[in-house]
């Protein structure tokens, strides 16, 4: 039996072949080990964890117990490790001392070895001077074996090829030189990529290796929290940076880009990611050339898809289509980067994780609940190119976040259990009313100076009343208000409880009992925080009640920098971890709740009420949350 079936499929038995088998394909089996996102112990510049004599190697690599394996190279699967960085993974002395740690009997006596190597029969004259330096204590337990020099030195030679692949498809793009090239080399800088990974743009323009990193180089920066050897990084990041130019047939691009990461992994057995950062018109035609030219050959491959998901329902649901004739479901990443905020991420930590919460999370203690995106600064430009807001915001991320902070508890953090209970949500969701729904513009005039040209039916701004029919949240509205140009930057979730039945302290609250309702209140932007307001008495001899809040703030608390979301989404991607990215059945939900106003901006081509710049926004909003019961968040 050959090494490389000894080390492999850990599923396989775990029995000692002989040394003989197991000698003969030692430097081949290590040079095809797989490298993944979740095992880097055995990269390229490590040693390998050999101890004891030639007759121990395979009893040290193949008779060790499966659990401790996987343990030690912290890789079992049901394990939450995934932000550890590569470089905190054990080394070689840290595995060895842990294995004789772990196991049941105590590390084996020099002299013991020696007479185990002597009773073996492929012991010879040379085992038998490694013995004798074993018996004096001159070879120690961990080291390398004198015997296996040949193989070590053999080993050294080998040259390793790249564990990981990143291609960027549209490297040139906005997108690409601003957020996405950054947020790798972050990842890079702080250890949650391998040190052997590649890196690949791939766009039309002609351009050379060192073009394309003389452009991203302007736009990498390290962490503000450790600095350590920004620019050694920096060099090792870009010199693993490569330019493919895919010209005008998108076919022999991408079979030049195959043949260019054949070269940088060699004989690895190496994954690949393909981020699509590239117009809706463009991406299927890029997605089944990667699917028929460039998936990887022995790896995983994995596409990273941008929003939008399609202009209508239709359209989407033929992208879908598409998509899924040529990829698994488990390859497709729908990103929206909105959705790797960590406000996002905290939703299911604080729901099921604090008893506070949950027994409070339905229909008999929460009033409504705000879900508010507001933009400070005028990007229009983002809204008109025929896709509006709807289409781009409320589509992914408003309806994402509704479902995350309102399903049923999942049966583990899995991301195929989470997706399932979310689409459930999704799909109890009421089918959105016109009548439910403001649609706003921001008023351009000659003062300006962002210059842009809005299309008259693009919405800005939309203000609109969701409620979902299930047990858990029947009568609740949950009111949505997204836009930009308005009097504040906010990102926000506020939860308002309902009144506190028979309130003694009624009279004491005023006459807007409004202003005494319990809120809980999850702020993503401008600073992000937590607060909690609750109704207390102010100091004094009188009994006078006032609104305060409990405020965690997270600048405060926590000193350590929050990565940007695409950094948390990207690194997800490489985990596999897709809990934050939309299955097919979710984006297909999230278009039937849409659909109705959508038809109707396009069959009567509806005109949003135009708002200044700077203000709050359309005045039928304010009727909006009138019409629903529902106090106007504070501005």
Known sequence: MALSSCLLPFSQSATAPSPSACSSNLAASFSNFPVSSRDYSFSRNENLVLNGGGSNLCRRFCGLKKLRILKSLNVRQGSHSKH???????????????????????????????????????????????????????????????????????????????SLCIAVVGATGELARGKIFPALFALYYSGYLPEDVGIFGFSRKNLTDEDLRSIIASTLTCRVDHQENC????????????????????????????????????????????????????LMDVACTIADKA??????????????????????????????????????????????RNLIENLTVLRFSNLVFEPLWNRTYIRNIQVIVSE??????????????????????????????TMEPPISLDGEDIRNEKVKVLRSIR?????????????????????????????????????????????????????????KHRVEIRVQFRHVPGNLYRENIGINIDLGTNELILRDEPDEAILVKINNKVPGLGLQLDASELNLLYKDRYKTEVPDSYEHLIHDV????????????????????????????????TAPELYEFGGRGPVGAYYLWAKHGVPWADD
């Open 84 to 162: 550890r960085p590569v470089n905190e993974l054990k080394t070689r002395s840290e595995l060895s001392d842990e294995l004789g740690k772990d196991s049941n009997t105590s590390p084996e006596d020099p002299s013991l070895q020696l007479a185990e190597l002597q009773s073996d029969p492929s012991f010879t004259e040379e085992t038998g001077a490694i013995g004798a330096d074993l018996s004096d204590g001159s070879q120690k337990v961990g080291d390398f074996p004198l015997v296996l020099k040949q193989f070590s030195d053999g080993l050294s030679d080998v040259q390793r090829g790249a």
């Open 231 to 282: 620019g050694e990084k920096m060099d090792a990041f870009l010199s693993r940076t490569y330019y493919i130019n895919g010209g005008h047939d998108n076919k022999d691009g991408m079979s030049r880009l195959a043949e260019r990461m054949k070269q940088i992994e060699g004989e690895s057995k190496a994954n690949r990611i393909f981020y699509l950062s590239v117009p809706q018109e463009a």
């Open 295 to 340: 998936q990887a050959p022995r790896g995983w491959t994995r596409i990273i898809v941008e929003k939008p998901f399609g202009f209508s329902s239709q359209s989407s649901h033929q992208l879908t289509k598409s998509l899924l004739s040529k990829f698994e479901e488990k390859q497709i990443y729908r990103i929206d980067h909105m959705l790797g």
């Open 376 to 405: 400070s600064i005028a990007q229009t430009e983002k809204y008109s190119d025929g896709y509006g807001i709807i289409r781009d915001i409320v589509h992914s991320h408003i309806l994402q976040t509704i479902a995350l902070l």
């Open 431 to 487: 089918k959105l009313n016109p009548r439910d729904v403001i649609l706003g513009q921001y008023k351009s005039s000659s003062q300006d100076k962002n210059g842009v040209i809005l299309n008259g039916v693009d919405p800005t701004y939309c203000a609109a009343a969701l409620y979902i029919d299930n047990a858990r949240w029947d009568g609740v509205p949950f009111l949505v208000r997204v836009g930009t140009g308005l009097i």
């Open 574 to 605: 490489i985990d596999g971890d897709n809990h934050l990215f939309m299955r097919s059945d979710e984006v297909a939900a999230a278009w039937d709740i849409l659909s109705p106003v959508l038809e109707e901006i396009d069959k009567h081509h």
